[in-house]
């Protein structure tokens, strides 16, 4: 799994151009699934996701985490994190898992994050067209790949 994490103030998801969806302070994951991905990758993720110390303390420190803080997180379903721009101009998807493996996946994300952070969060809808508008804040962007837990 590769996980691009950003801080926000707020974030604005519009799914289909009908449903909306807003958070506050919080974490904007989004999420792509591969293939090789299985259930020890989503908790290790999870974890380190709801306990990632990157919001200021009273000193400005970056000492806390979104659960520290009971920030508000958004997950959104993203397989472009996985693309292989090696050969050519046009990404390669190969790696990406199928919404077969992937959905359940997903969804075993979402409900380990909610368990991990004790309060439910905003999803995307998977394969839908998504708009997100967030304001960034630092700006502070982490990239995560449980294929390398570095």
Do not use: C
Not at 6 to 26: C, F, P, S, W
Not at 98 to 127: N, R
């Amino acid at each position: 799994m590769k996980a691009v994490i950003q801080r926000v103030t707020d974030a604005h998801l519009i799914i289909n151009h009908k449903k909306e969806y807003t958070i506050g302070m919080g974490l904007v994951v989004l999420l792509g699934i591969e293939t090789a991905d299985e259930a020890s990758d989503i908790v290790w993720l999870s974890g380190k996701i709801s306990r990632l110390r990157i919001f200021n303390d009273e000193k400005g420190v970056m000492n806390l985490s979104v659960t520290d803080l009971k920030g508000e997180v958004m997950i959104i379903s993203q397989f472009t994190l996985h693309a292989s721009t090696r050969k050519g101009n046009r990404p390669s998807y190969i790696k990406a898992a199928s919404p077969e493996v992937a959905v359940p996946l997903y969804k075993q994300f979402i409900g380990q994050m909610e368990i991990d952070l004790g309060k439910k969060v905003v999803t995307g809808e998977f394969g839908a067209n998504m708009q997100i508008n967030l304001t960034n804040d630092g700006p502070v962007t982490i990239l995560i790949d449980t294929k390398n837990k570095e």
